[in-house]
């Protein structure tokens, strides 16, 4: 959140703040509940007039783009679990969906899946903090799912369409979602995507090992650090020191993390935008 802040305010851009509740198994609404009470608190309230989203209220949205991705005969029915998956070459890649559905035209059942169709092609785009970048989803990931077993979007795919639809040109996200690059900026071409759009890729809070914080780890939650007693200013501070965005120590407040992200030259971002030629 400090680097979407940061950014945002260091260049006059709005901040939505979307609820990316597409797993409806996982999300309830007491944790969101608590999750926009935490971001309140702390002061990461839409910006600039950013939109407050809830992607499960937009299920008309991503129905008309499924449509479109089965008008170029894209999307395909998959019944295959887990275990049909390749193995991944190491602890740094994904299993690979083989595509053993891909030319079955198999209807849709109970617990089948909906894929799209990726070319073999190589896509390069420039990221604000890693460079160029050069990746083929294909092989990273074969076709992606688009909406799971239980009728679900995915990830993937939801925040392609609200990108979109949204008019979202600048993407700022973690580092763990790097690699998920490609595959959306593929999928947003086939939706007719035509604005450039600029990605940035900040580093995680993690462990001191290197792995990310988690629950099952017994990562503390905000809300914990909160009820220690430690004031929004206070936890900013933390947060932006084990970010890597600076190494400014005490307290911060939002309205310092501008100033943050200009001591490093936060400019790059814009170098080379991702142009959606022949969309």
């Known amino acids: ?36 009470s935490t ?10 007039g ?12 991503f129905e008309q783009a499924l449509a479109r991705l089965r008008d170029q005969q894209l999307v395909y029915v998959c019944r295959c679990s887990r275990k049909d998956l390749l193995p991944a070459r190491d602890a740094s890649s994904e299993r690979v969906y083989p595509g053993k559905c891909r030319e079955l035209n198999l ?11 990726l ?7 420039y990221d604000g903090r890693h460079g160029w970048q050069s990746q083929q989803p ?24 609200d990108d979109l639809e949204d008019y979202i040109n600048w993407i700022i996200r973690g580092d763990d979602l790097l690699t998920s690059t490609a595959r959306q900026l593929l999928l947003a071409r086939y939706l007719g995507r035509t604005t450039p759009l600029h990605v940035f890729h ?30 929004p200013n206070e936890i900013i501070g933390l947060a932006v020191r084990r970010c890597g965005l600076s190494n400014v120590t005490g307290a ?12 490093w030259g936060s400019e790059q971002l814009f170098a080379h935008p991702f142009v959606f030629d022949g969309a």
């Open 39 to 48: 971001l309140d608190w702390l002061g990461f309230r839409p910006l600039s």
């Open 202 to 231: 900040h580093p995680l809070i993690v462990n001191p090992d290197g792995s990310k914080l988690s629950k099952r780890d017994q990562a503390a939650p905000l809300a914990d650090l909160r009820r220690q007693g430690l004031s």
């Open 138 to 161: 294909a092989a990273q990931c074969g076709d992606p799912v688009i909406r799971d077993r239980l009728g679900q979007w995915t990830y993937q795919f939801a925040v392609v369409v």
């Open 1 to 36: 959140m400090a680097y979407v802040w940061g950014l945002a305010s260091r260049h006059g851009a709005a901040v939505d703040l979307r609820i990316e509740d597409h797993d409806r198994e996982r999300c309830r609404p007491e944790y969101t509940a608590e999750l926009e």
């Open 50 to 61: 950013g939109q407050h989203i809830v992607q499960s209220t937009r299920a008309a949205r």
């Open 107 to 117: 209807p849709e059942s109970p617990g089948t899946v909906l894929r799209v169709r």
């Open 119 to 125: 070319p073999a092609d190589t896509v390069e785009f």
């Open 252 to 263: 911060i407040d939002v309205a310092d993390l501008a100033g943050l992200c200009a001591a």
